[in-house]
């Protein structure tokens, strides 16, 4: 089934299967963001939607790719979309919320238990209808590629339980649901740009951040950080987003090529984000040196427990109607 923007976009191409190169597609480059460093998985979605782009234009397309932030933040690349001076940027959906409220709800804690629910709701009717709420923006989503599941690392104190979180500095993406959910734990959350994280840990001005596993190890944490802990406590998508100005420019057939190739790069890195999650784990507890914790049931469920307000107190920002979508489908996701 073609996702709901696809079909309000492109209804003409519904059926669409083959795509070749036809006279309506033109020779093009499309400069893409990164706030994540190019040894990130991401970089092989983005050589697996190169790779497409040869297969079905004909070699006339190229993606030019900038890593780290070189662009701005995310929040700032993709306002650049919105302006029509950037065609895309693969962003996490947590820096966006003030631009679309309900993209919050990925950030509700503990929300996803496995990767395979992640898939199913990102791909599946909710992902597309969070999808369309992004037309109005300028905004147009090409896939859900994976950010992951978060774990805290810090360099104060190994963490055991809920109380070890407790007075720690931790660094928190620029949204109001993160930061809510640490202060819970009773931590002195802190909001910060991606870029600024490892210079503030190595001077100390924080203690502790949270992120997957592959981004703790491409962004050389191990180097100012000493203890990792799995959490697990959230999961952020990636979002593929081009430029809704110049999407107008493009024809119905250029349209159907980013959707398709989006989503092989999609297959591709989520592929490659779980072998290397698994890899950068045993590397942050050799090489990396980092002391490991995996906390108990009981740990984890002191945590839950001291979390869960934030459903609550968030429901109304993000919509209520949104949370109950998402539960629901998470519901019948799990009773299948």
């Not at 480059?29 to 092989?44: I, K, M, R, W, Y």
């Not at 001291?306 to 429901?315: D, G, L, T």
Request: charged share 20%.
């Amino acid at each position: 089934m073609k996702p709901v923007l696809r079909i309000s976009l492109t209804a003409a191409l519904a059926a669409t299967v083959a795509l070749p190169a036809f006279a309506d597609i033109q020779s093009r480059t499309f400069s893409v963001s990164n706030g994540v460093a190019e040894t990130h998985p991401v970089a092989d979605g983005v050589a697996a939607m190169q790779e497409c782009f040869d297969e079905r234009t004909d070699g006339q397309w190229t993606l030019n790719a900038f890593w780290s932030s070189a662009l701005g933040d995310d929040l700032e690349a993709t306002q650049s979309l919105r302006s029509g001076t950037l065609e895309m940027v693969i962003t996490s959906t947590s820096p966006l919320v003030g631009l679309e409220p309900a993209l919050g709800v990925f950030d509700l804690p503990f929300l996803f238990g496995s990767n395979e629910e992640a898939d199913a709701i990102l791909d599946g009717e909710f992902g597309a209808a969070m999808s369309e709420r992004m037309e109005p923006l300028g905004l147009v989503n090409l896939a859900y590629w994976e950010n992951g599941f978060r774990n805290l690392t810090n360099s104060a104190r190994p963490v055991d339980d809920a109380e070890d979180i407790s007075g720690m500095r931790v660094r928190v993406m620029q949204n109001q649901i993160f930061l809510d959910t640490f202060q819970n734990l009773g931590a002195n959350a802190m909001p910060m740009a991606f870029g600024e994280v490892f210079t503030a840990l190595e001077t100390g001005a924080i203690d502790a951040q949270e992120n997957p596993y592959v981004t703790i190890r491409t962004s050389q944490f191990y180097d100012v950080q000493s203890y990792l802990t799995e959490t697990r406590h959230a999961y952020t998508p990636f979002m593929v987003l081009f430029s809704g100005p110049i999407w107008q420019t493009l024809s119905e057939e250029e349209h159907e090529i980013l959707f398709a190739c989006a989503e092989e790069g999609r297959d591709v890195q989520r592929q490659v984000s779980r072998e290397r999650s698994d890899e950068a784990l045993e590397y942050l507890r050799t090489d990396g040196g980092m002391q490991f914790t995996e906390l108990g049931e009981e740990a984890l469920e002191e945590i839950r427990l001291a979390v869960a307000p934030v459903y609550e107190r968030h429901a109304a920002t993000i919509g209520p109607d949104v949370v109950e979508q998402m539960m629901s489908a998470l519901e019948a996701h799990r009773n299948q």
